[in-house]
């Protein structure tokens, strides 16, 4: 798992894990970048995953606060303790290309004037990424378009849930079937 933070158009950074395809997993905005807001992020990363899905390595770039965040996580039992930590400033090489094409969609924006507006934005700019990587794919019920239309309708709250989607699509083959 990989993970870095990048400044902002408005000087928040902006924290980010990837797997070990280098594919975006989560992102978190905070204020500052200290260790508790490194402990918050990588904390929310883990929680979301499952014991065998925890990484055997963290790639960081050298910020000290992800070490403080990464060892107050193993004595709190929430990373193992065999996880290794590497702060190898190439590792990230990747994350810090990605940082680059969210910049030039963040800059034309000249800054946020919140942290829940600019959390909002940046979520539609990394679904929007998602979609047109492919990255995506596994989620969309429905091929095409109209899959991916859903897709951001069920990621921002406005569309139906899967369920109900999925509910829909049964519905409709048993009629047609019928």
Known sequence: MGSCAAPSAKGDDKFITTDYLQQCLDFYLSP???AKAAKRFLGKALRGLKHWEKPATLNTDKAPSYGAAITELKREGKQDRETAHRQVKYLNNVIEADHGKLK???KPVRGFKSIPTAYATIK???VMRALRKGQARPWCLQPGIRGEVRLVE???GIGPSALTEAMGM???HFAAAA
């Open 32 to 34: 500052t970048r200290s």
């Open 104 to 106: 030039i969609l963040i």
């Open 124 to 126: 539609g700019f990394e």
């Open 154 to 156: 069920r990621a921002f």
């Open 170 to 172: 049964l519905n409709h």
